[in-house]
T-cell receptor, first 112, second 114 residues
Framework: QQQVKQSPQSLIVQKGGISIINCAYENTAFDYFPWYQQFPGKGPALLIAIRPDVSEKKEGRFTISFNKSAKQFSLHIMDSQPGDSATYFCAASSAAGNKLTFGGGTRVLVKP | DGGITQSPKYLFRKEGQNVTLSCEQNLNHDAMYWYRQDPGQGLRLIYYSQIVNDFQKGDIAEGYSVSREKKESFPLTVTSAQKNPTAFYLC?????????????FGQGTRLTVV
């Protein structure tokens, strides 16, 4: 059972464009939604995270939009750069849980 | 430098052998985790430990074992009972549970069965 569904699996965007990755979750107890960025052969690194008490969070060119009623959240990468080419994972966790549930990942390629 | 160190980076295992992957952290984190990464499937939790001398099974614990004798160390043994061990293994740590603090990942160990 996949509790966090992520789409698309891969994404190609031109430099300067907007990358959008979507995630949907099922467990209404989830209350922490981080996004991780992973480069080939490396471990994931926390990019940005949001809690359900806000609908949007922005850090530089990265923005999370959160829709609690729809149980969906998304990552927007503005002004995409070739250095943003990586795999992005959404994830979710609950205060009562001790684990992070990951989506399947999205491989983003930014063409110069 | 503070962080998580996984070793080795690459590991080759023969059929029927047990192998142990090392994970060490100097962040003074209480919680440590092992994840398995397969192409297109995201990360799946194998085992986790919130405190020394205690650990819990994750979603795919069969064929794996762990120990937590020291706060800074959380080795993972892939046993011969694991039917498909070829994967990228990631160790992580956090000050407490995932929902409260940032999790830090190591650089991973790529295990291949030959």
């Amino acid at each position: 059972q996949q509790q966090v569904k992520q789409s698309p699996q891969s994404l190609i965007v031109q430099k300067g464009g907007i990358s959008i990755i979507n995630c949907a979750y099922e467990n209404t107890a989830f209350d922490y939604f981080p996004w991780y960025q992973q480069f080939p052969g490396k471990g994931p690194a926390l990019l940005i995270a949001i809690r359900p008490d806000v609908s949007e969070k922005k850090e530089g060119r990265f923005t999370i939009s959160f829709n609690k009623s729809a149980k969906q959240f998304s990552l927007h990468i503005m002004d995409s750069q070739p250095g943003d080419s990586a795999t992005y994972f959404c994830a979710a966790s609950s205060a009562a849980g001790n684990k992070l549930t990951f989506g399947g990942g999205t491989r983003v390629l930014v063409k110069p | 430098d503070g962080g998580i160190t996984q070793s080795p980076k690459y590991l080759f295992r023969k059929e029927g052998q047990n192998v142990t992957l090392s994970c060490e952290q100097n962040l003074n984190h209480d919680a440590m985790y092992w994840y398995r990464q397969d192409p297109g499937q995201g990360l799946r939790l194998i085992y986790y430990s919130q405190i020394v001398n205690d650990f819990q099974k994750g979603d795919i614990a069969e064929g794996y074992s762990v120990s937590r004798e020291k706060k800074e160390s959380f080795p993972l043994t892939v046993t011969s009972a694991q039917k498909n061990p070829t994967a990228f293994y990631l160790c992580a740590s956090s000050r407490s549970g995932f929902s409260n603090t940032e999790a830090f990942f190591g650089q991973g160990t790529r295990l291949t069965v030959v």
